[in-house]
């Protein structure tokens, strides 16, 4: 007789109390080349706790050397100057993290950054094999712009990607870094600024030789053009279609990090710390009915079936740091009892503990089930989680492994200036 997934679940689930019960998680990873990392929100401690500890253990017996973020390639580059010394400045991991000022900052400006960050420069100063720490996200136009107006100026100030970039970043100028104006005003006028993001990011492909550097110069001025250039498609596509802009998001993610893995070499293993949403196979939810791709399917797709891994995360209950709407100040939030009968709640009723599953040719049809899984962004109302917080999935087609947290807490946001996207 087949097992109910309530069953499943109590047969399967490994018990998970300290970071020593993710050794049978760490060999299920073999040898993977590409690790995704979920988390169910922006805003719980113990995702950013697990992730860190999953990511040093692969870090150290499993030669990994790449951590790439659902964040601003600009702001992560300061910390992997940080980590890897590229940078002579006095400044500790808390001013590094003072980087990321695009809403929503608490995302990577908080205090369980603060200790992976040290934990990874500590990491390189005494080993051969450095880490590097580098950003995803397509949001940055205007500074990815600025960051190759500048690098340009200091280093060729008479060549002509500079003139090519000099252009491109005068075509953006009139809308004073408002992706919205842009947004708007690009679907009504022609397509000048997407030849010259594109010329720019094609010269600076065809001169990239002459950039190259002990300190990444060519792969950061190369992604800096990259995100220039998928940005102002995405912020072109915002006023025509939301699945349009999701998949060139992902899609420019998916691009980044083939990017960083194709600059390190053949050998190099990368990690991926981006929400559910992003590293779950968007073909095991309803994201496919909506023409939607992301990053855990087209890796997938791209890279052969046994180097890529993707965990995902959830929890029952406890707090998170979100807002309340677009562009608001951070507050801590209570995550109410998940719903019943989703993928959280049968967890919780079939054993309130933390819990670690895998999935394999084993177990894998027992939880290829349509079920509710709870999805929690950085605006968050609890009043009205039961109507837009749970995306239904297979959870072990969209993931290979899954950690469960019955009771969670809030992150510890640092202050920061921050601007809205």
């Known amino acids: 007789m087949e097992q ?7 047969s399967h689930a490994r018990p998970f109390r300290t970071f020593q019960d993710l050794t049978p998680l760490i060999d299920a990873l073999g040898d993977s ?60 991991p808390e001013e590094i993290l003072q980087a990321f000022t695009r809403w929503p900052t608490w995302m990577w400006a908080n205090e369980e950054m603060v200790q992976f960050i040290e934990w990874l420069k500590n990491h390189n100063n005494q080993s051969q094999l450095k880490t590097g ?22 280093t060729n100030p008479s060549g002509g990607d500079l003139e090519l970039a000099r252009r491109a970043f005068s075509c953006f100028e009139p809308f004073n870094r408002e992706p919205e104006n842009y ?78 893995l194709d600059y390190h070499g053949p050998e190099t293993k990368i990690i991926i710390w981006e929400h559910n949403t992003h590293i779950g196979d968007a073909r095991a939810t309803d994201m496919k009915n909506d023409g939607m791709v992301n ?34 100040r951070h507050q801590q939030i209570t995550v109410p009892p998940a719903r019943v009968n989703s993928w959280e709640e049968i967890l919780h009723r079939t054993g309130a503990f933390d819990k670690l599953f895998l999935f ?10 349509w079920t509710g899984h709870r999805a929690i962004g950085v605006v968050y109302n609890p009043e009205f989680e039961a109507y837009g917080n ?12 899954f950690i469960f947290i019955d009771e969670t807490k809030a992150l510890t946001p640092l202050e920061v200036e921050n601007i809205v996207p």
Request: charge should be negative.
């Open 133 to 154: 720490f580098y950003g995803l996200d397509v949001y940055s136009l205007w500074e990815s712009m600025e960051e190759v107006l500048q690098y340009l100026t200091h």
């Open 4 to 10: 109910s997934l309530e069953e499943a679940a109590k």
């Open 295 to 328: 990053v855990g399917q087209l890796l997938r797709e791209q890279h052969p079936q046994e180097d890529v891994f993707a965990v995902g995360f959830g929890t029952y209950s406890g707090t998170v740091i979100a807002a309340e709407s677009w562009g608001d």
């Open 360 to 369: 394999d040719e084993n177990n894998h049809e027992l939880f290829a089930r």
């Open 183 to 260: 947004a708007i005003s690009s679907s009504t006028f022609s397509k000048v600024c997407v030849d010259e993001v594109s010329k720019l990011l094609a010269s600076i492909r065809s001169n990239e030789e002459q950039y190259k550097d002990e300190q990444e110069s060519d792969l950061n001025l190369a992604v800096n053009a990259l995100v220039a250039k998928n940005a102002e498609d995405y912020y072109r596509a915002m006023v025509q279609s939301g699945a349009m802009s999701w998949n060139i998001r992902d899609e420019h993610m998916v691009e980044t990090a083939n990017k960083i």
């Open 33 to 92: 080349k590409i690790v995704m990392l979920g988390e169910a929100t922006h805003g719980t401690s113990e995702f950013y706790s697990i992730r860190a500890e999953i990511s040093k253990r692969l870090i150290e017996e499993k030669g990994f050397s790449i951590i790439a973020v659902e964040g601003d390639w600009p702001s992560a580059q300061q910390i992997n100057r940080y980590i890897k010394a590229y940078s002579s400045q006095q400044k500790g």
């Open 390 to 401: 749970y995306v239904p999935t297979k959870i072990s087609e969209r993931y290979d492994a």
